[in-house]
């Protein structure tokens, strides 16, 4: 929501002070498609030249979440919470035995399919599975095994900010094109000369639309946009580190509620459930069969 005012107010500022000072929109209207298809058109080639079929389609699903927000919601952190409460419980009191059934086929387990949203994030479920499974073949070290989650939390983390890198690579090249852009328009210019001056003087301001352009779009759309998905990408982030969190304090050999509480600890302050709310919800879940 705030991301279409900010547009708004983007454009009304910049094109209404321009036209309350007197400007005319007609030499911009004019050149407007041949120097956006030019600045646009090579911004695009650019990123294409640059980056992998992954990333450009992890782009577009980014530039979704920059107006959509970040996918994990207030009520997605008590769920995991209240998911990883119910494996260390089942864990600690009836052993690895009965912990196996549910990592090695989470969409079978009556755990995981009561968090379900949860449940369809592939790196969340894995990564829960993986260090439980870990847990399961003996590796009861928690500096080894926070290492290990470390090392897997890094990974994705650096992988899932490709595309905001990607957008501010081409934020960062969009002003130059402009004036690749605009450097055409003026040789352009300079091929007719002997033209009228108030015909070169209309030629000469299409060319610097070009270069108007590329900065506008650089430094007021397509900049914030990647500086948005990276902060987006940096809260999401904070949802897996939860899952270390609890399970390390886990295996240090704390109570399932404690381990809860000190992940809950780790929750982004305006998502975090209070700690009466965490203990409504941790004794509203009902008993596993």
């Known amino acids: 929501m705030f991301q279409i005012i900010g547009i708004v107010v983007l454009f009304a500022t910049v094109f209404g002070s321009y036209i309350w000072s007197g ?16 600045i646009l058109g090579a911004a695009i080639g650019a990123t294409l030249i640059a980056n992998d079929l992954h990333t450009l389609k992890s782009m577009g699903g980014g530039m979704g979440k920059v107006f959509s927000g970040p996918k994990w919601k207030a009520s997605d952190y008590r769920d995991l919470l209240s998911l990883l409460f119910l494996l260390t419980k089942t864990m600690k009191s009836k052993g690895v035995i009965a912990l196996e059934s549910h990592i090695e086929k989470p969409h079978d387990s009556t755990i995981f399919n009561r968090y379900p949203k949860i449940m369809k994030d592939h790196f969340a479920t894995d990564f829960i599975c993986d260090t439980l499974r870990m847990m399961t073949m003996n590796l009861e070290d928690p500096h080894q095994v926070e290492d290990a989650m470390e090392k897997q939390l890094e990974k994705h983390h650096h992988e899932a900010l490709h595309p905001a890198h990607a957008l ?29 001056p108030e015909v070169l003087g209309g030629m000469i301001g299409g060319a610097l639309v070009g270069t108007f352009l590329g900065v506008m779009l650089s430094y007021g759309l397509v900049g914030p946009f990647a500086t948005r ?55 509203t879940i009902p008993a596993e069969g």
């Open 229 to 283: 998905l990276s902060g987006i990408v940096e809260e999401e982030g904070a949802f897996y580190k939860i899952i270390q969190s609890v399970l390390v304090a886990h295996l240090h050999g704390n109570a399932a509620q404690i381990s809860v509480e000190i992940g809950r600890g780790s929750v982004p302050s305006t998502m975090q459930p209070s700690f009466l709310e965490m203990e409504e919800a941790l004794n």
């Open 168 to 196: 501010q690579s081409m934020s960062d090249a969009l002003p130059a094109l402009g004036i690749v852009v605009a450097v055409l328009g003026v040789i352009k210019t300079m091929g007719a000369i002997t033209e009228p």
């Open 23 to 38: 400007g005319s929109m007609a030499p911009i209207l004019h050149s407007l498609a041949y120097e956006l298809t030019g």
